[in-house]
């Protein structure tokens, strides 16, 4: 079965689109370097039901077994050190189809 790997962001107040929309395209790049990774894509919230949450971006994982390749492969890892400080808030969700 293939995982969905869903997060949705609340990036802090203070930080630029131009940030915002370097951190969509670095998510999608990770699909270059994660073999697991069977699809990718993300993007901006544009309706008012979003809770202040603007950005979500899908992963697409072939098992089960490569969630925790996933978030443990150094591409994550540099992503995330780039970019968690800018998050105020991250919604993940999990699930398989």
Known sequence: MEVVHIVIVKFK???SEQV???AVKDVLALKNTIPQITDASAGKNFTDRGKGYEYGWVIKLKTKEDLPNYANHQSHLDFLSKYKDTFENVLAFDYEV
């Open 13 to 15: 107040p203070e930080i």
């Open 20 to 22: 915002k929309n370097e």
